[in-house]
Each structure stands twice: as C-alpha cells, then as structure tokens.
C-alpha cells in the first residue's frame, strides 16, 4: 500500500526551540512538496523538489524555515528557531513526472500537527 | 498569482440527493485541477485529476468537470451519504508552476 509517510504526527515544543518534520514520499516518485495549513490561510506551498533539487522554496520565511531532501526517500523541513505563529499542520506530497508532463497526480500524507506555545 | 474560490463554504443536504459543488480559478493556463477530500484531523485523500486536455473524470458517484474558458470545475456527487459528510478542496496547478493553489473547500454535511 504506497503512501506518503510523516513524522511526527504530532509536535508540541515552546517558542525558540527547533523543529525538525519528516517525510517519506511514494517509493519512485520524483516530486515531494510541503504545504502548511492555518484556519486563517487554507493550505498553501512552502516548498517542493524535483529529483531532490529545490525548485520553489518562495512560500517559505527564509530566516527560520529550511526544507532538504537528504535523499531521495527522506525530505526534511526545519523551523529554527520556531515561534507561535508556526502552529499548523505541515503537509507533504509527493507525485511523479514523466518525461515534459507537468500533469500528475499528488498524494498527500497524513501531516505534522505543530503547536508553538 | 493563481486564486481559487469554492462555493458553497458549506452545504448541508439529506441524505441520498445529488449535490454539485463549486470551484473557480483566475488563471486559465491551469494545466492540473484536483479534488480532495478532508476529513476532520485527517490528511487529503486525491479524488479526481483533471488535465488540462479534458474535461471531465469520473468515479464511481463522483464526476468532475473543467471549463478552462470559464474557469470553472464542478464535482457532481449522485446519491450523496452521510459518509460523504467532509470538506472538499478543489486546488489547481499552472502558470510554469507546480505547486497546487488550493481554494478554502466546502464543508459538506450528509443528513442521515
């Protein structure tokens, strides 16, 4: 059963700590992304990947927000130092491009729900 | 900058009626339109994709639909019931990008 995999699942730290969130795409897909969402703003892009290589990160505060792709079965995204306003609950996606396409299908996992106090 | 909007915020309706919820986007170089569904605590689950090449999908009760020139997408759900009762998120991709913009969903409620 593919699917997209996240840890944790849930993420209580206090203002100032780092945070680190975990994904593990869908074995042989190629383009893993990270969406937040807040009550207030919906889901929106932080960041994706292609082949491992950063495409987009302009979603992102780039002061304390970092988002990797060790490998290609491992992307990470890290808040440093972390404040309330952080709280959501951080998304993961992952899909697969084939030769030009743009069109393919994401698959989201579960999500980190991140709570800053 | 790509927006999507849905229409109804919410929709609460009995149990075995047909419903047809709305989504409109700005940008016609949408290339990738999908539907969602959210349940409460949980992730997405992917209902249906849509190329830019088509104009409708369809599964099992579920059919979607894109007019590009209109900028519209509807997801037609037949014999609706209460395990339908979630919130559906329309989100398109385009415009060079492959990032999806979502719209705020429909909170749709099935009454037994």
């Known amino acids: 059963d593919a699917r997209v995999t996240q840890t944790p699942r849930h993420k209580v730290t206090e203002m100032g700590q780092e945070v680190t969130m975990r994904c593990q795409p869908i074995l042989g897909h190629n383009t893993v992304f990270w969406y937040r969402q807040t009550m207030m703003q919906g889901l929106e892009l932080l960041a994706y990947?292609?082949?491992?290589?950063?495409?987009?990160d302009s979603g992102m505060p780039k002061d304390r927000f970092s988002a990797e792709m060790p490998d290609a079965t491992l992307a990470t995204l890290k808040i440093q130092p972390s404040e309330p306003r952080d709280s959501a609950v951080y998304f993961c996606?992952?899909?697969?491009?084939?030769?030009?396409?743009?069109?393919?299908?994401?698959?989201f996992g579960p999500g980190t729900r991140l709570t800053v106090l | 900058k790509q927006e999507v909007t849905q229409i109804p915020a919410a929709l609460s309706v009995p149990e075995g009626e047909n419903l047809v919820l709305n989504c409109s986007f700005t940008d016609s170089a949408i290339y990738n339109l999908q539907w969602f569904r959210q349940d409460p605590g949980k992730g997405l689950t992917s209902l249906l994709l849509?190329?830019?090449?088509?104009r409708e999908q369809t599964s099992g009760r579920l059919n979607a639909s894109l007019d590009k020139s209109s900028g519209r997408s509807t997801l037609y759900i037949a014999a609706s019931q209460p395990g339908d009762s979630a919130t559906y998120l329309c989100a398109g991709a385009g415009g060079g990008a492959d990032g999806l913009t979502f719209g705020k969903g429909t909170h749709l409620i099935i009454q037994p």
């Open positions: 990947f292609r082949n491992r290589a950063p495409l987009d």
């Open positions: 996606a992952s899909g697969l491009v084939v030769g030009d396409t743009d069109r393919y299908e994401q698959f």
């Open positions: 849509i190329q830019s090449s088509q």
